[in-house]
């Protein structure tokens, strides 16, 4: 009996790469949230200069012993209020911005380095809303997203946490400060109580001043680290 010949097998398809294995380049996220943190920081130096004026009215209220009056609060509570209000538009459009950056990132991390992220994707937009946890959890997410973006992750490499580290520092630090400051101002009932209540706003507006400006060069040096590996071979996909 002849017997039909087998047919040749069909060539086995190409891997089709999934989403997780696809890069995506957080550089033009980076430059819109470099020009975002930029108008924090700008919004940090008017409320240090309201502050400023603060302590100065009520150093002359002080000096002359007058009485306190409406006027005086009204003038010193209106740079205050004002910058304050153009600080949180700032910030809100920064956070948004700033979030999608970091989920970028994390995301390019897990295809770099998977078995190294300790925390999945998703925690890298879920930890900023979790109360309390939101202190360390986006810390050692960007730990993990730091190692990863390293050209080699798995080696034995230079520590480059210094500037993660300044800057989850002063921005921790401005929180608390900042909340202390607030409270001694709403309490402030003389004029030496609210001259006494503008240092504390003073310090709280230049620590984030400070946590800003590291945020700047944090995104700049993970976006250069990733944008770099990415040229050494990896694949860009469009946003």
């Known amino acids: 009996m002849n017997h039909a010949p087998a047919p040749f097998p069909a060539p086995a398809p190409h891997p089709v790469p999934t989403a997780r294995q696809v890069l995506h380049s957080p550089v033009g996220l980076s430059h819109a949230l470099t020009a975002l943190l930029g108008c924090v920081a700008l919004a940090n130096v008017l409320e240090i200069a309201a502050a400023l004026r603060l302590r100065s009215v009520m150093d002359g209220i002080i000096a002359d012993g007058t009485a306190l009056g409406d006027e005086a609060l009204e003038l010193v509570d209106y740079g205050l209020r004002g910058s304050s209000q153009v600080y949180v538009v700032c910030f809100l459009a920064t956070a948004v911005v700033f979030i999608v ?139």
Do not use: E
């Open 101 to 239: 950056w970091f989920h970028r990132v994390r995301r390019n991390a897990g295809v770099f380095a998977p078995d190294l992220q300790r925390r999945g994707a998703g925690w890298a937009i879920g930890g900023w809303f979790v109360p309390f946890g939101n202190l360390w959890i986006p810390f050692g997410i960007a730990v993990d997203v730091l190692r990863a973006s390293h050209p080699d992750p798995y080696g034995r490499q230079p520590s480059r946490q210094g500037i993660l580290r300044a800057w989850w520092g002063a921005w921790v630090l401005s929180w608390f400060v900042h909340r202390f400051a607030l409270l001694a101002y709403d309490k402030a009932q003389t004029a030496q109580q609210l001259r006494d209540a503008a240092g504390p706003l003073v310090v709280s507006a230049s620590l984030d001043l400070v946590a800003a400006l590291l945020a700047i060069l944090f995104v700049r040096q993970v976006t250069r680290m990733q944008h770099a590996k990415v040229l050494g071979g990896g694949t860009v996909a469009a946003a």
